[in-house]
């Protein structure tokens, strides 16, 4: 139901940053950040709440990465430091309307197209 936007992907070197975006056609309540590999399952990266009150992120990217969000922009960013080449994967953004804590992509309910992120050694 909303439209979704990535951009800011590109090629890093290991221990660079890069910082993706999410624009919104809407409002949205819970955003999230997942990454897929070819021949891999949609991996979960992390979750924001509405009103940025809650940060939740899997364990590969736990002290690295930083999700935030501007709702007066709807835009929803992903800082990633540290990179490292397994890091590498198609990023999507996603929406859900759950109020709980989700991190799987059955429980999203809107995605974007991904921008792809290539970390080299």
């Known amino acids: 139901q909303v439209q979704l936007v990535e951009s800011g992907g590109g090629l890093v070197q290991a221990g660079g940053s890069l910082r993706l975006s999410c624009a919104a056609s809407?409002?949205?309540?819970?955003m999230g950040w997942f990454r897929q590999v070819p021949g891999k399952e949609r991996e979960f990266v992390a979750r924001?709440?509405?009103?940025?009150?809650?940060?939740y992120y899997s364990n590969s990217v736990k002290g690295r990465f930083t999700i935030s969000r501007d709702n007066a922009k709807n835009t929803v960013c992903l800082e990633m430091n540290s990179m490292k080449p397994e890091d590498t994967a198609v990023y999507y953004c996603?929406?859900?309307?759950?109020?709980?804590?989700?991190?799987?992509?059955?429980?999203?309910?809107?995605w974007g197209q991904g921008t792809q992120v290539t970390v080299s050694s």
């Open positions: 924001i709440s509405r009103t940025a009150s809650s940060t």
């Open positions: 996603a929406a859900t309307k759950r109020r709980l804590i989700v991190t799987t992509p059955p429980e999203y309910d809107d």
């Open positions: 809407g409002p949205t309540f819970a």
